[in-house]
C-alpha cells in the first residue's frame, strides 16, 4: 500500500510569489493534516481536515490555506511568500479515530 | 494551550552506554506518541503510548508514561551508531479524538552515538 504522498518534494520560490503544495493520504484515512517544520525546531501544527472540512487551524496568518477533495487528496496554499516560510511541510493522515498521524516524505520550500 | 518540553536537547553518548530522554507536558491527554527523524527525512513514528502506565519497547528503546506526573520517557539501551537521529515526542489533546489529533510537538532532542 502506498504510503502518504507529498509534491513537490523541494522548490524554489521568490519572496511575494504563491505556493501550492500537495498531499495524498493513505487509501482510506479520510482525515489530512499539515505541519510546518522550520529548521531546527519541532513541526508546528497549521490545519486539519477532515470529510473535506476544516476542523482545526493553528496559529498560520490569513496567508495559509488549505482545502479537501472529495477523494480526500489535500492541498496548502500559500500567498505572499516571505523568508520565513522556507520550511519543511509535512502532511499527515490517519484514521477517522486517530492513533497518531503517519507522515509523508514532506515538501521542502524555500522562498529567496 | 498545551505545551511539551523535551529534555536534553542534544545528547552525545558513546556506543553501549544506556540514557534516557525526557518529555514533559503541560495539561492532561492520554495520548502520547514518539517519533524519529533523519536529517532531511520526515517523521518515523515509534510510539504511541495510550494509557498512564504504558511501556512500550522495540529493540534498544522503550517508552513510558506516566500521565499523573505528565511524563513520558525514552530509554536508550546499549546505544549504537544507528540511532543517530533527532527524536521527538508529541502530545495529542483529547479534543477532536474522534478525528485525530491536533498534535503538539516538543522541541526535539538530537542524539548522536559516537562509537
Known amino acids: 500500500d502506498a504510503g502518504v504522498t507529498q509534491s513537490p518534494t523541494h522548490l524554489i520560490k521568490t519572496r511575494g510569489q504563491h505556493v501550492t503544495l500537495r498531499c495524498s493520504p493513505i487509501?482510506?484515512?479520510?482525515?489530512v493534516s499539515w505541519y510546518q517544520q522550520v529548521l531546527g525546531q519541532g513541526p508546528q501544527f497549521i490545519f486539519q481536515?477532515?470529510?473535506?472540512?476544516?476542523?482545526g487551524r493553528g496559529n498560520f496568518p490569513d496567508r495559509f490555506s488549505a482545502r479537501q477533495f472529495p477523494n480526500y487528496s489535500s492541498e496548502l496554499n500559500v500567498n505572499a511568500l516571505l523568508l520565513g516560510d522556507s520550511a519543511l511541510y509535512l502532511c499527515?493522515?490517519?484514521?477517522?479515530?486517530?492513533?497518531?498521524?503517519?507522515f509523508g516524505s514532506g515538501t521542502r520550500l524555500t522562498v529567496v | 494551550e498545551l505545551k511539551v518540553e523535551q529534555n536534553p536537547l542534544f545528547l552525545s553518548m558513546q556506543e553501549g552506554k544506556n540514557y534516557t530522554i525526557y518529555c514533559n507536558y503541560s495539561t492532561t491527554s492520554d495520548r502520547l506518541y514518539w517519533y524519529r527523524q533523519d536529517p532531511g527525512k520526515s517523521l518515523e513514528s515509534l510510539f504511541v503510548l495510550l494509557s498512564n502506565g504504558a511501556v512500550k519497547q522495540e529493540g534498544r528503546l522503550m517508552a513510558s508514561l506516566d500521565t499523573k506526573a505528565r511524563l513520558s520517557t525514552l530509554h536508550i539501551t546499549a546505544a549504537v551508531h544507528d540511532l543517530s537521529a533527532t527524536y521527538f515526542c508529541a502530545v495529542g489533546p483529547e479534543l477532536d479524538m474522534e478525528y485525530g489529533n491536533k498534535l503538539v510537538f516538543g522541541a526535539g532532542t538530537i542524539l548522536r552515538v559516537k562509537s
Open positions: 481536515y477532515y470529510e473535506k472540512e476544516e476542523r
Open positions: 487509501s482510506g484515512h479520510k482525515s
Open positions: 499527515a493522515s490517519s484514521h477517522r479515530q486517530g492513533y497518531g498521524y503517519t
